[in-house]
């Protein structure tokens, strides 16, 4: 349901109220997204992977080393799987939504030139 032109002149005054007063959460906003917050979460994972590696096999010198390192590694691969699952899910979703729109505006076309050259 579109707003009114009312409700817009009000959604335009409450966000240029917003930017002159923090123009720094205005930015933020702006350039984050679900996906790179996501990303860069997949990098952390990387990262705790990587020195749960060199936990396990770096310092031999304790078996309890070793085993936390495992641990570390574990749980960053799961948690690493599920944020690129989560991802892939997301870009599927967009990308069939697109498909499907530019499907059914196909149709409609053809439906609208087939019905014209019919009459």
């Known amino acids: ?7 817009q002149q009000i959604l335009s005054d409450i966000e240029a109220r917003l930017r ?3 123009p720094k959460f205005v930015r ?17 994972a990387a990262a705790a992977f990587v020195i749960g590696f060199l936990l396990l096999f770096g310092i031999v010198a304790s078996i309890w080393f070793g085993l936390a390192g495992f641990a ?22 967009r990308l ?18 087939d019905g014209e050259s019919r009459t």
Not at 72 to 77: H, K, R, T
């Open 1 to 7: 349901m579109p707003l009114s032109d009312r409700e």
């Open 20 to 22: 002159a007063d923090d």
């Open 28 to 44: 933020t906003v702006g350039t984050t997204t679900v996906s790179s917050q996501s990303r860069r979460q997949v990098k952390l």
């Open 72 to 93: 570390i590694m574990l749980v960053s691969a799961v948690w690493g799987g599920n944020l690129l699952k989560r991802l892939g899910q997301d870009s599927t979703s």
């Open 96 to 113: 069939g939504g697109q498909l499907r729109g530019g499907f059914n505006r196909y149709l409609d076309d053809r439906r609208g030139r």
